[in-house]
Nanobody, 122 residues
Framework: QLQLVESGGGLVQPGGSLRLSCAAS????????VAWFRQAPGKEREGVAV????????DYLDSVKGRFTISRDNVKNTVYLQMNSLKPEDTAAYYC???????????????WGQGTHVTVSS
């Protein structure tokens, strides 16, 4: 059973940066697309970024394009989300998920982590 654990969240000032990590245990992540989703209080969950199993395909939510970068290290069985120029509206719980297709649709992902919280505030 694939298990995912997120880390790297925290409190950061607007304009700051954070790097989230999604570490997998159990089966290798090599065969899975991995995505980051987020959910802010009172809002629906939204897909933020996704990367294909070999890293050749990525996609991003429009509001994070140019600020966030998803990457993966299949040797370390870990996927990263580098978040720069953070804004208060990026405040949310961030979840990583693994599935078969590199799409930003939550119902395509079968394995989910427990989440890590990001707060952007001065």
């Amino acid at each position: 059973q694939l298990q995912l654990v997120e880390s790297g969240g925290g409190l950061v000032q607007p304009g700051g940066s954070l790097r989230l990590s999604c570490a997998a245990s159990g089966p290798t992540l090599d065969y899975y697309a991995v995505a980051w989703f987020r959910q802010a209080p009172g809002k629906e969950r939204e897909g933020v970024a996704v990367i294909s199993c070999n890293g050749g395909v990525t996609d991003y939510l429009d509001s994070v394009k140019g600020r966030f970068t998803i990457s993966r290290d299949n040797v370390k069985n870990t996927v990263y989300l580098q978040m720069n120029s953070l804004k208060p509206e990026d405040t949310a719980a961030y979840y990583c998920a693994a599935g078969w297709y590199p799409v930003l649709e939550a119902n395509e992902f079968n394995y989910w982590g427990q989440g890590t919280h990001v707060t952007v505030s001065s």
